[in-house]
């Protein structure tokens, strides 16, 4: 693991800096992001998707409300069961795309640095 990761990223110029997440949603925002944008998780249950994720439901609810304000994420409801169910937003998949892209583009230009 490299201990001084800002100084490989500020080598790297404005395109690393545009790659990288929004500095306000933590781990368990990206998380989320991440396992509705895997789309194994993205038709499960709130509790299936806590349990994934390992967070408390109160904890991942929170950040769904955050996600959700964000235009990130929305609730759907399944027509048979009625339960409620995190989606991205197409907002919140591009932003998700958007990031993977520009870490694989960084990868690639640059094997040597870690990310």
């Known amino acids: 693991m490299n201990p001084h990761p800002q100084k490989d990223l500020h ?3 404005l395109a690393a800096a545009a790659s990288l997440p929004p ?3 933590d781990e368990i925002g990206w998380d989320i992001l991440l396992a509705l944008h895997s789309g ?5 249950s709130l509790e299936k998707l806590a349990s994934f994720l390992s967070v408390r439901r109160d904890v991942m609810d929170h950040w769904l409300r955050w996600l959700e304000v964000r235009w990130l ?3 759907k409801r399944d027509g048979i069961s009625g339960e409620i169910r995190p989606v991205l937003t197409p907002h919140g998949r591009e ?4 990031y993977l892209s520009a870490i694989s583009a960084l990868q690639s230009d640059h094997p040597g640095v870690s990310l």
């Open 11 to 13: 080598s790297l110029g």
């Open 23 to 25: 500095a306000t949603i």
């Open 40 to 44: 194994r998780h993205g038709e499960s």
């Open 73 to 75: 994420v929305a609730a």
């Open 95 to 98: 932003m998700v795309d958007g």
